[in-house]
């Protein structure tokens, strides 16, 4: 981890990760119904400029991807990992031919850019928060954290300092950002991931529909995600050594959780690490153990 980089943003500076990412545009007649049966989320209530967070279940209600879907007039804008991009495009394009919507896949036309700082904005021609239509060439989508995350078309390149690969990490984990692959995957049920505004428990019927809401109202996911505060640091390094990784109740050793990625927080000067916590555990300061260590739960993120 570059520390300089890491020390200069965390005090209001910023800074940009160049990556990729997944950007497709909908559009029609019939585009809001049409995303409205696919997302967690209610197309029906997003205006114009507006962006929502939103997942794609399968039919049993495990996750398929998490994305941010953005209107730009009567375009829809839906944003995701790369790791998910083609899967959200296939799910989107064999509809297409049952409505008057359409589907297109942008992400190879765009640089990807995801800012962090108190003071990053958007590139100029980027015309701030809410870009104008997207023939502008740039998209610009909130995250947690206080992170913007831009698509530009063309040179345009952010100020700031560059982040490498290590520092970007451990700005992630702190910010409680989950990778696909890594911290959720088709296993995962949509809930579980506990991030505020995915689901819309009142919109009605979608794919997965069924299930999500039948866990909402009749009880609560078995596990959620969340956050953990290390006294110490794990012998562990690798995603690999899940037989070290185990989280258990001190008092009799019972299995409480898993870890799926785990840092070093210059800021909050301890290790810490997102993990999938069992429901009876998941108050902010329970304490747990990772291997010997003792951990408390933290509600994520850990820094804003």
């Not at 300061?285 to 509600?299: C, Q």
Request: aromatic fraction near 10%.
């Amino acid at each position: 981890m570059n520390i300089e980089v890491y020390n200069h943003i965390r005090s209001g500076g910023a800074g940009f990760y160049e990556q990729k990412r997944g950007l497709i545009a909908v559009w029609g007649k019939e585009a809001v119904q049409f995303l409205d049966g696919m997302i967690s989320n209610d197309m029906k209530t997003l205006g114009d400029g507006e962006q929502m967070l939103a997942a794609f279940p399968n039919a049993q209600g495990r996750l398929l991807a998490v994305v941010r879907v953005l209107r730009q007039g009567e375009r829809f804008l839906i944003e995701t990992e790369e790791a998910t991009r083609e899967k959200v495009f296939n799910n989107l394009f064999r509809f297409t031919f049952a409505g008057d919507f359409f589907v297109e896949d942008l992400s190879e036309q765009q640089r990807y850019f995801e800012l962090f700082g108190s003071k990053a904005e958007p590139p100029a021609s980027a015309g701030g928060e809410n870009s104008p239509p997207y023939e502008g060439g740039v998209a610009a989508f909130r995250g947690r954290g206080g992170s913007l995350g831009v698509f530009v078309d063309g040179d345009a390149i952010p100020e700031g300092m560059t982040i490498d690969d290590a520092t970007y990490e451990t700005l992630r984990i702190e910010t409680g950002i989950p990778l696909f692959g890594i911290d959720m995957n088709e296993t995962t049920i949509v809930p579980e991931l506990g991030l505020d505004g995915l689901i819309s428990y009142n919109k009605g019927c979608y794919i997965g529909q069924e299930i999500i809401a039948r866990i909402h109202f009749r009880g609560h996911v078995a596990k959620h995600l969340t956050g953990l505060i290390l006294d110490g640091s794990p012998t562990f390094v690798s995603a690999d050594e899940d037989a070290d990784k185990n989280v258990r109740v001190p008092s009799d050793g019972k299995p409480a959780g898993r870890i799926t990625s785990i840092t070093y927080s210059p800021k909050l000067e301890k290790t810490i690490a997102l993990a999938y916590v069992r429901y009876n555990y998941l108050a902010e300061g329970t304490e747990l153990l990772v291997g010997d260590i003792s951990a408390k739960v933290k509600d994520l993120p850990f820094v804003e």
